[in-house]
Nanobody
Framework: VQLQAFGGGSVQAGGSLRLSCVAS????????IGWFRQAPGKEREFVAA???????YYAESVKGRFTISRDNGKSTVYLQMNMLKPDDTAVYYC???????????????????WGQGTQVTVSS
């Protein structure tokens, strides 16, 4: 299983970025893909996740600003981030697993496979 995250960068507050998570080595359509982020000195936290059906879940802090989507044909999950804030600054990771129950979707320990992370920096 391999996950590669791309698309990070530096933007001003109010700007947008789109992250991509490209997967290989497993049956992509059967896996839940999640995005997490970790700011310096803080715990890794849930951002969004999407099931193979397309059902999505969001952290309250990003709801209405971020959109997660997936292209099963390209084995890729996207995270469109709009109206970015300085508090969104973090390293963003994508993660994958099968069979995560609803109550565990936001739990980073429920995901077995992780990508390398991509830095997002939002300046005020």
């Amino acid at each position: 299983v391999q996950l590669q995250a791309f698309g990070g960068g530096s933007v001003q507050a109010g700007g947008s970025l789109r992250l991509s998570c490209v997967a290989s080595g497993f049956n992509f359509e059967q896996y839940i893909i999640g995005w997490f982020r970790q700011a310096p000195g803080k715990e890794r936290e849930f951002v969004a996740a999407i099931r193979y059906s397309g059902q999505s879940y969001y952290a309250e802090s990003v709801k209405g600003r971020f959109t997660i989507s997936r292209d099963n044909g390209k084995s890729t999950v996207y995270l469109q981030m709009n109206m970015l804030k300085p508090d969104d600054t973090a390293v963003y990771y994508c993660a994958a697993d099968r069979g995560i129950i609803l109550s565990e979707i936001r739990n980073k320990n429920a995901y077995d496979y992780w990508g390398q992370g991509t830095q997002v920096t939002v300046s005020s």
